[in-house]
């Protein structure tokens, strides 16, 4: 998949903001015969950046086909889905949609479209270490390309067999593949973005090699070749890449005139993404020798990078401005730059982990229609055979398909069983992938000052301060997860009993009370003393320690929580309510707790809440035959009811 980022990376940023408008206005205005490749090319442009639009997208597309009987524009429209789920490494589904493709390319007998799902299947191979199905699956292709003559289809599997044993960590025989690629492309004298590619690539494993002198050679001839084809965002890419040789051979010098240069052909060819990578460049090499230089280069990137809206490469700046200020011991402007990159990494993880569980669904949707589609056609082609068979074995025929449908619902209860784990694996492996991500990176950066720069006792209490509430999150998000995970995968055992609410209120209180009492909070129990429940008592203390909890951590410092019963208008059912007086909710937060959608949330003292509580919560309280609303004002405070049967 290198090959796919680095191809994203050379890129400007402007065409890539302006490229999936221009093909919506294409697609708007095109006839229907020209509607499935401009959605191929959607599919495409999302694939990286937006997941879920790339899968949908690629669904339109295979509606439309299957409507014009386009059957090539279906076989490309699945394998492109295919690419997006192999794309962000979720191989099993990447893996079912490139064999569904595969299985019409052959009954089209495209040789060239076989040998190309042949490649990509390879990769996948490749990517789980499977080096032998990989070159296995890679061979056939080139066989595949071969027969066909097509020249940039061996050059593609050359250095696919190269990335193969590139990831395996074989580098003698990656490099092999490369430079046969090379050859090819010199013999022919082609100079695609793909040659350069193959150029740092090998200029890499050199350096992997510990051959820099080589490795300088390969990045020079890819610099000298751009520049002679015109190829301006490759050159100042090779150009930064060769800087980083020089810097890691100690010649400062003529590492900073690369970065130089290359910031220089930023510059003039507007290139903003490349000018903000070359102003960090020269920063991290300047640092040394002239800090006060190298902040005010950061701040510069730093300015270009929000006008761009690029806040992967603003989390990049501020690692690197942390990195100054801690050399010059200025320990607070260290800990706030390193602040502020984890809330752009919270908040693009966040992100990114919304599209991704989006474009797994419809993946997972997709899939499920394909099979039920299959099997619909098998069926009605054995009914037809079935028809022509008479009224012979028309009593056999209602049996066996008695017999089938009971099995294919078993088979369907089975599926979703499965499909409904998948989902909550991919979930809980996201969960733990982006959020536990943040605090373990800011855990391990206040340990390594700790452990490198002399402090006073009032700087080590603060970051003990820091690290406690670091890990109380941590260990409050994966005791979440695990009630969650255990809740979606068995299901909520539900044992109702006739009890007092109010002990287990008063429990929760004093359960809470260290918590409230660090923000100076008073929580106030104003629930009568003579009302019975009849629901799980579990679930009831969970329910009202989550919401306690919360309350706790969005209110103000000195602020209060009451907590409130009384009878329903029913007379079947009590009310509980528990209103705070801090920060309130949006009305957008708000249709996201009704969506039950994950979403990470940051208390008063920047707490941080992963969601997973208030969805076991709804789930409880679902189960136990309850109702749960919300009413709330920003800056005014929010009131939580929850109502349960009575006893």
Not at 514 to 540: C, E, V
Request: with cysteine.
């Amino acid at each position: 998949m290198r090959y796919f980022l680095f191809l994203f990376s050379l890129l400007p940023f402007a065409a890539l903001a302006q490229q999936p408008a221009g093909l919506l206005l294409r697609l708007k205005n095109a006839p229907e015969s020209q509607k499935v490749k401009i959605l191929i090319e959607l599919s495409a442009a999302y694939t990286e950046s937006q997941p879920d639009s790339a899968v949908h997208y690629a669904q339109a597309g295979i509606k439309l086909a299957e409507k014009l009987g386009n059957q090539k524009g279906q076989a490309l429209l699945l394998l492109q889905i295919g690419e997006v789920n192999a794309f962000h490494h979720h191989t099993e589904l990447a893996r079912k949609f490139y064999n569904e493709a595969l299985g019409i390319f052959r009954s089209m007998h495209d040789a060239q479209n076989i040998a190309y799902t042949y490649d990509k299947i390879g990769l996948l191979d490749g990517e789980e270490q499977n080096v032998s199905r990989a070159t296995h699956d890679l061979q056939q292709a080139m066989t595949l390309y071969g027969d066909s003559r097509d020249s940039t289809g061996i050059l593609e599997t050359y250095a696919d067999l190269a990335r193969v044993y590139e990831e395996k960590g074989n580098i003698d025989k990656a490099l092999s593949y490369y430079l046969r690629a090379l050859v090819l492309y010199e013999q022919h004298k082609m100079r695609p973005d793909a040659y350069y590619i193959v150029l740092e690539n090998i200029g890499n494993l050199y350096l992997k090699k510990g051959d820099k002198k080589t490795a300088l050679h390969y990045l020079q001839e890819g610099v000298h070749d751009s520049d002679h084809d015109g190829r301006r965002d490759t050159e100042v890419y090779l150009m930064d890449e060769e800087g980083k040789v020089y810097q890691d051979e100690g010649k400062q010098p003529q590492a900073l005139k690369m970065y130089k240069e290359a910031l220089t052909e930023a510059k003039k060819f507007n290139q903003p993404g490349e000018e903000v990578k070359a102003l960090i460049n020269i920063a991290s090499l300047l640092k040394n020798e002239n800090a006060a230089t190298s902040l005010n280069d950061l701040r510069q990137a730093l300015d270009i990078a929000q006008k761009i809206h690029q806040p992967q490469l603003r989390a990049r700046i501020y690692e690197a401005m942390a990195g100054v200020y801690r050399q010059e011991k200025n320990y607070r402007e260290a800990m706030n730059a390193l602040e502020e990159q984890r809330h752009l990494l919270d908040s693009l993880l966040q992100a990114n982990t919304a599209k991704d569980i989006a474009a797994l669904d419809s993946s997972y949707a997709l899939q499920d229609s394909l099979e039920k589609i299959g099997h619909l056609q098998k069926v009605n082609k054995r009914d037809e055979t079935a028809l022509q068979l008479g009224q012979v074995i028309l009593a056999a025929i209602a049996i066996i398909l008695a017999l089938l449908w009971l099995y294919l619902r078993k088979m369907k209860r089975l599926n979703l069983e499965l499909k409904t784990s998948n989902r909550v694996k991919d979930t809980l492996f996201s969960v733990i992938g982006h959020d536990l991500k943040g605090p373990a990176a800011s855990a391990a950066n206040l340990f390594e000052l700790m452990e490198t720069e002399d402090f006073t006792e009032t700087e080590l209490r603060g970051m003990i301060a820091e690290l406690r509430k670091q890990t109380t999150a941590s260990l409050e998000l994966l005791q979440a997860l695990f009630e969650w995970g255990n809740a979606q995968l068995r299901g909520v055992d539900v044992k109702p009993v006739d009890f007092d609410p109010k002990p287990v209120i008063e429990r929760c209180i004093s359960l809470l009370s260290q918590q409230a009492s660090q923000k100076n909070i008073r929580i106030s129990d104003q629930t009568p003393g003579y009302m019975r429940l009849y629901a799980d008592a579990d679930h009831f203390e969970f329910v009202i320690r989550n919401l306690v909890s919360n309350a706790i951590k969005f209110s103000h410092e000195g602020g209060a929580i009451e907590i409130d019963a009384g009878k329903g208008t029913a007379q079947k059912e009590i009310i509980f309510s528990i209103r705070d007086h801090g920060i309130g909710i949006s009305k957008g937060q708000q249709e996201v707790f009704l969506t039950s959608n994950l979403k990470v949330s940051f208390g008063t003292r920047k707490e941080k809440g992963s969601g997973l509580g208030l969805l076991l919560t709804k789930d409880f309280v679902k189960a136990d035959k309850g109702r749960i609303w919300l009413e709330s004002e920003e800056g005014e405070g929010t009131t939580f009811h929850v109502a349960l049967p009575a006893a």
